[in-house]
């Protein structure tokens, strides 16, 4: 089952937050987060593992919260690049059928 | 690592046919899974292959079929092409359920 992501989409300014959420109904062995620019394949950004702690690097990092199946993006500072649309994945269990999220479209303007 | 790579990048198909879509993984990822994105919309899960076996499908059809080889390639066929097949088909591997999949740039499928 498709899981669901908030907002649709965003737009923020150079520097500003965001915050992108991801829920599903089943439980989950794992989420993973992806970008895909225009035209470009998703480019895999982190995976959250039940059981795991919340990852990230430098301005992008996620959460799990496994009582709720829900798992959030937080980009910070952001930056021109970061725009594009997010997916998040979610798997019931390992190699069983990964399903992508609608997607969140992001855009930051200058 | 040389990355996924896919084959042809664009292809055009007449309704009734069929066509095979190629992906090749990086040394290593034993898992490699299938998707259908159609303009505007995220990725459809088809299936997935671990160790050469289907280990997870999604809700497609049976003229959806596929293959993966010991050397970390894997095939795509689909049978009997209706209009709606047309999409981006993008092919993902995975080294292990701890890492992410990478994807490779996709076959663009039109089908006329």
């Known amino acids: 089952q498709q899981p669901v992501q908030s907002p649709q989409a965003v737009i923020l300014r150079e520097g500003e937050d965001a915050v992108i959420n991801c829920s599903s109904s089943?439980?989950?062995?794992?989420v993973h987060w992806y970008r895909q620019k225009h035209g470009e394949a998703p480019v895999f950004l982190m995976i959250?593992?039940?059981?795991?702690e919340q990852k990230g690097h430098e301005k992008i990092s996620a959460s799990f919260n496994e009582k709720k199946q829900q798992s959030s993006l937080y980009l910070t500072a952001s930056q021109l690049s970061y725009s594009g649309t997010y997916f998040c994945?979610?798997?019931?269990?390992?190699?069983?059928?990964?399903?992508f999220g609608p997607g969140t479209r992001l855009s930051v303007l200058p | 690592e040389t990355g996924v790579t896919q084959s042809p990048t664009h292809l055009i198909k007449t309704r009734g046919q069929q066509v095979t879509l190629r992906c090749s993984s990086q040394?290593?990822?034993?898992?490699v899974s299938w998707y259908q994105q159609a303009l505007g919309q995220g990725p459809q899960f088809i299936f997935q292959?671990?160790?050469?076996?289907?280990?997870g499908r999604g809700n497609f059809p049976p003229r959806f079929s596929g293959l993966q080889f010991p050397n970390y390639s894997s095939e795509l066929n689909v049978n009997a092409l209706e209009l709606d097949d047309s999409a981006l088909y993008l092919c993902?591997?995975?080294?292990?359920?701890?890492?992410?999949?990478?994807f490779g740039s996709g076959t663009r499928l039109t089908v006329v």
């Open positions: 993902a591997s995975s080294f292990s359920n701890n890492y992410g999949y990478t």
């Open positions: 089943k439980a989950l062995y794992s």
């Open positions: 959250l593992l039940k059981g795991g």
């Open positions: 994945g979610t798997e019931i269990d390992y190699g069983q059928n990964f399903v």
């Open positions: 040394s290593g990822h034993n898992t």
């Open positions: 292959y671990y160790r050469e076996e289907e280990n």
